[in-house]
């Protein structure tokens, strides 16, 4: 099988579940087959200390400015997210290396980033429940998904609900490139109920 280079986007004031609920779903089908799948990073926007929200310290692996080609992009949101949106620089990152990614994801909030990184452009998306108005103002031809659903996929571009919506986004990842076989594997170690859209 083909290992997957996959970066998780950290930044300060990161929701800690967006990151750390898939970040535990990937490593874990990482680990229950031979560390074969995944190459796993963490990538911070600005300097690799961050911390999240309520405090979590986290170090990261990669700033942007050292990584240009990922096949597996993840975004997740947070309070911290919206400033980002705004980054110039951190925008153009994601989309230059969105262009090759095999998967582009994000998480909660992080739908803003994908927003206006012109990614979402005539797909279907999803955040938070509470950030439905502020994806409708970043985007006008993109059909926004309420109602509680846990995760869009759009074929290359999937975006999730919030927070706890990315553990079963990242599921619904597993079982497209490896199988149910592998992701069952995974929740059955992470005593996890895979939900299923």
């Not at 779903?25 to 799948?37: P, R, W």
């Not at 012109?118 to 279907?124: Q, Y």
């Not at 950030?131 to 309420?146: D, F, K, Q, S, W």
């Not at 659903?149 to 919506?165: F, H, K, M, P, Q």
Request: aromatic share 8%.
């Amino acid at each position: 099988m083909i290992k997957r280079k996959l970066g998780i986007v950290v930044f300060h004031d990161v929701e800690v579940l967006d990151f750390a609920g898939p970040f535990e779903v990937f490593s874990v089908t990482k680990e229950q087959n031979n560390n074969e799948l995944f190459d796993i990073s963490l990538i911070s926007v600005g300097e690799k200390n961050v911390v999240a929200k309520n405090g979590l310290n986290i170090v990261a692996d990669f700033s942007i400015k050292e990584i240009n080609h990922l096949d597996i992009l993840l975004i997740p949101g947070g309070q911290g997210v919206r400033p980002l949106v705004y980054n110039s620089e951190f925008i153009e990152w994601v989309m230059s290396v969105s262009k090759e990614s095999e998967l582009v994801l994000s998480v909660c909030t992080g739908a803003l980033v994908l927003a206006k990184a012109g990614l979402l452009d005539g797909l279907k998306a999803t955040t938070h429940h509470q950030a439905y108005g502020e994806l409708r103002e970043l985007i006008t031809n993109t059909e926004i998904v309420e109602g509680g659903l846990r995760y869009v996929d759009n074929g290359r571009v999937i975006t999730s609900g919030g927070i706890s919506a990315g553990i079963d986004m990242s599921f619904h990842v597993i079982d497209r490139l490896f199988g149910k076989e592998i992701s069952e594997k995974t929740a059955d170690y992470m005593e996890y109920r895979k939900v299923v859209e």
